[in-house]
């Protein structure tokens, strides 16, 4: 009991000190062990530095200057976007939110007089294929946000582009872009993106950023 409580105590001493190195105070949603695993992993990957992006080529990106939480911003969207694909894959999950709209569906059925047995029947049927499709890989990871929205969402490498556009200049090369995008994936544990695919669809998205009006637009022009 001791040995674990010391090894937390150290954990918690080594991610604030990291933290710290790199401008953010070690607090709020960090403490959660999802986010400081993964904003742990970036920060090794090299490419944060004090409020600057390091490009492959050693050149050093400015961010959000005018917003001194600029990089904790950052680091947030980056590790959420990564989450948000992967904290409702879980087997037990996704058996659970089943369960739930059953039971919601499976009062109404009982108000129309179908029996309780029949309707258990039906949802360990359900279960059990959903169970089988899991272990097949055949669910898709952002099965939540599918199932709140019904779209599928974009590819992580392209949700992590548009964070990168976000808060660097739109002046700022692809390759530059790309190599941060491929950089987090990696050490996230994800496999990379091409490097052609994510370079055209940066060089798309900067394109449609540039071409988009600034400000209102007035209804009377």
């Not at 604030?16 to 062990?33: L, S």
């Not at 600057?52 to 969207?77: N, Q």
């Not at 007089?113 to 089988?132: A, C, D, H, N, T």
Request: charged share 25%; hydrophobic share 40%.
């Amino acid at each position: 009991m001791a040995t674990d409580e010391t090894s937390d105590f150290q954990r918690t001493t080594l991610a604030r000190r990291i933290f710290a190195e790199h401008g953010i105070t070690y607090t709020g949603v960090w403490r959660v062990p999802e986010y400081t695993w993964a904003a742990l992993a970036i920060f090794k990957s090299g490419i944060f530095s004090g409020r600057e992006l390091i490009a492959p080529t050693g050149k050093r990106v400015s961010v959000d200057l005018d917003d001194k939480e600029g990089m904790d911003h950052l680091l947030f969207d980056l590790v959420r976007a990564y989450l948000d694909c992967r904290i409702f894959s879980m087997h037990p999950e996704i058996l659970s939110v089943f369960d739930q709209y059953f039971e919601w569906w499976a009062g109404i059925a009982r108000l129309g007089g179908i029996q309780p047995r029949r309707l258990e029947r039906l949802r360990q049927k359900f279960r059990k294929k959903i169970s089988e499709r899991i272990v097949e890989g055949k669910i898709h990871p952002d099965w939540m946000h599918i199932l709140v929205t019904g779209e599928v969402p974009p590819p992580l490498a392209q949700q992590l582009v548009e964070v990168f556009l976000r808060y660097v200049p739109l002046k700022t090369p692809s390759i530059h872009i790309m190599a941060w995008t491929n950089t987090v994936l990696i050490a996230l544990g994800e496999e990379p993106e091409n490097e052609n695919t994510l370079r055209l669809y940066i060089g798309r998205r900067k394109k449609d950023l540039m071409q988009a009006p600034e400000g209102p637009i007035s209804i009377t022009e």
